[in-house]
Every structure is written in structure tokens, then in C-alpha cells.
């Protein structure tokens, strides 16, 4: 089985400051890693994904994430927040090579940016 | 850009009525899902359907729950009897085929049982 935990329930910063949203996963089997975004009354939206290759992802909106096999860790940076960047973030994780596989979510981060 | 779509947005009901919240997949999509959301808590797997029928499901989708694809469009989840603990957003997702692929989600449907 796997699962995620979402370090962090919620992550207040201030506009143009950097910020790390932490993830860690626990699974038997390899898995993709995932991280979404949901902004007020939308529904899921990827940021980025890993499956394979080098560790560092890069996804939309200046979003970052590195995945650490050793620590089991995929955590979502990015440099310089706006206060656009206030939304929902979920780390999700779901298993290799198998088609219909469900995603397992953490619990969600909330990042609320402020000026 | 194409996107997935669900109807109602939201749903009041009572305790012990059937549900059947909708979902329009994306078009070439073939992978459709659906997941629960309990406020405050994690966004959990209920069932992901493949070629007209169920290719996974949590132990969460037990035989109050029902999918279908009923044409070439629409993807449904049907709860028969519905119970307060019902009571969650409802979230569709598609991709298009291979495990590789990104799950697409709708906005979701908010389901209140009273």
C-alpha cells in the first residue's frame, strides 16, 4: 500500500518570498509522484510530475520539485511566490506501470501568500 | 483547452435517496475515475472505470455505489441510498490511456446528505 503525508497543514509567506511545501511518501512498490493545485471552487490541477529520470521537475507557474529516492521525499519549492500563488497543494503518489492505478493524496497544504 | 466537466455543482439531498452525480470526461480520454474529498479531510480513490467496466476500487466503493458510462460522453456515480457520512465533494478524472498519462479532474460536485 502506499501513502503521503503532507508535512505541513498550512504555510502562511509573504509575497515574493521562496517557499518549500514538504512531502513524504511510504510505498513497497515504485511509484510516480505527483504534485496538484486547486484554486477557490476549481478542481485539480497538475503542477508537475516525476516518473523517471533526473530528479528535478520542473512544472508550471515557476514550481519546482525534487524527488529523494533515500528519504522518500518529493518536496515543491519555488523561489518567488505571488499572491496568486494562494490555493491548495496536494502531493499525490500512485503505483509504476499499472494503467488504472489510483492516485493516494496527502492531506492538502494550504499556502496562503500575503503582501 | 478541454477540460472535464461535472453536473450538479452542488447537491442537496436526504438521507436515504438515490444520487447520480455526472461527469463529461475529456473526448479521447478511455481512463475515468472518480474520488471522494470529506471536509477537512485527504482526496480518497473510489473506483476508476476502463472499456465499460471497473478496473480498481477502494474499499470505500462498496455496493451503495455504482458507475456508468451510459453513452459516448457521460461518466456517472450513482449512490443508492444515501447516508450523512455521504456527504463530500465528488471529484471526476480522466486521461487518455497509458500509466504514464496525467489524471485531468472536473471541479467537482459538493454533495450535502441531511
Known amino acids: 500500500a502506499q501513502s503521503v503525508t503532507q508535512l505541513d497543514s498550512q504555510v502562511p509567506v509573504f509575497e515574493e518570498a521562496p517557499v518549500e511545501l514538504r512531502c513524504n511518501y511510504s510505498?513497497?512498490?515504485?511509484?510516480?509522484l505527483f504534485w496538484y493545485v486547486q484554486y477557490p471552487n476549481q478542481g485539480l490541477q497538475l503542477l508537475l510530475k516525476?516518473?523517471?529520470?533526473?530528479?528535478l521537475v520542473k512544472g508550471i507557474n515557476g514550481f519546482e520539485a525534487e524527488f529523494n529516492k533515500s528519504q522518500t521525499s518529493f518536496h515543491l519549492r519555488k523561489p518567488s511566490v505571488h499572491i496568486s500563488d494562494t490555493a491548495e497543494y496536494f502531493c499525490?503518489?500512485?503505483?509504476?506501470?499499472?494503467?488504472?492505478?489510483?492516485?493516494?493524496f496527502g492531506k492538502g497544504t494550504t499556502l496562503s501568500v500575503s503582501s | 483547452e478541454p477540460e472535464v466537466t461535472q453536473t450538479p455543482s452542488h447537491q442537496v439531498t436526504q438521507m436515504g435517496q438515490e444520487v447520480i452525480l455526472r461527469c463529461v470526461p475529456i473526448?479521447?480520454?478511455?481512463?475515468f475515475y472518480w474520488y471522494r474529498q470529506i471536509l477537512g479531510q485527504k482526496v480518497e480513490f473510489l473506483v476508476s472505470?476502463?472499456?465499460?467496466?471497473?478496473?480498481?476500487k477502494s474499499e470505500i466503493f462498496d455496493d451503495q455505489f455504482s458507475v456508468e458510462r451510459p453513452d459516448g460522453s457521460n461518466f456517472t456515480l450513482k449512490i443508492r441510498s444515501t447516508k450523512l457520512e455521504d456527504s463530500a465533494m465528488y471529484f471526476c478524472?480522466?486521461?487518455?490511456?497509458?500509466?504514464?498519462?496525467?489524471?485531468?479532474f472536473g471541479p467537482g460536485t459538493r454533495l450535502t446528505v441531511l
Open positions: 478524472a480522466s486521461k487518455i490511456v497509458a500509466h504514464t498519462d496525467t489524471q485531468y
Open positions: 510505498s513497497s512498490v515504485s511509484v510516480y
Open positions: 516525476y516518473l523517471s529520470g533526473s530528479t
Open positions: 499525490a503518489v500512485s503505483r509504476q506501470n499499472q494503467a488504472g492505478t489510483a492516485l493516494i
Open positions: 473526448s479521447n480520454h478511455l481512463y
Open positions: 472505470f476502463y472499456n465499460n467496466e471497473i478496473s480498481e
